[in-house]
């Protein structure tokens, strides 16, 4: 989300009884504690957009996953999902990607975690995260 965000992207995170926004702030994303917050939209101004979205969450929140497919079907956006669960949905392709994050992104995601109260590792350089891309499933 970091890279995505230093890019230019409109990072949101979509988090439910959010305690502390700052490791969010730090990585440069937006908040939307609940999903009818302005924000958990897509945007309507120009450039590109991301969600990422944990897969527990996708599974339990109907208006969520209205989100994730509108979001799939626009051209600016894209869709990451993460979790140890692949979703099983019939409007969706899911291809796993791999995506390299910057030295700058890893800094970042290392104070954000340390902020978030859950210090990692320190990251190295050229490391990359797994997730799961979502696009609508063609007919």
Avoid: Q
């Avoid at 990607?97 to 350089?125: C, D, M, Q």
């Amino acid at each position: 989300m970091c890279g995505r965000a230093m890019s230019g992207w409109t990072v949101t995170a979509l988090i439910n009884d959010c305690v502390d926004e700052l490791p969010l702030t730090v990585i440069g994303a937006r908040l939307a504690d609940t999903l009818s917050h302005p924000v958990a939209s897509p945007p309507t101004s120009f450039g590109f957009y991301s969600i990422a979205v944990a897969v527990d969450e996708f599974f339990r929140d109907r208006r969520l996953r209205d989100l994730v497919l509108a979001t799939a079907r626009d051209p600016r956006g894209e869709v990451l999902l993460w979790g140890k669960h692949r979703p099983t949905t019939t409007k969706l392709d899911l291809t796993p990607v791999e995506i390299s994050t910057s030295r700058a992104a890893h800094i970042f995601k290392t104070y954000a975690l340390t902020a978030a109260g859950t210090p990692g590792s320190t990251p190295t350089f050229g490391v990359t995260e797994t997730f799961l891309r979502a696009l609508p499933r063609r007919r």
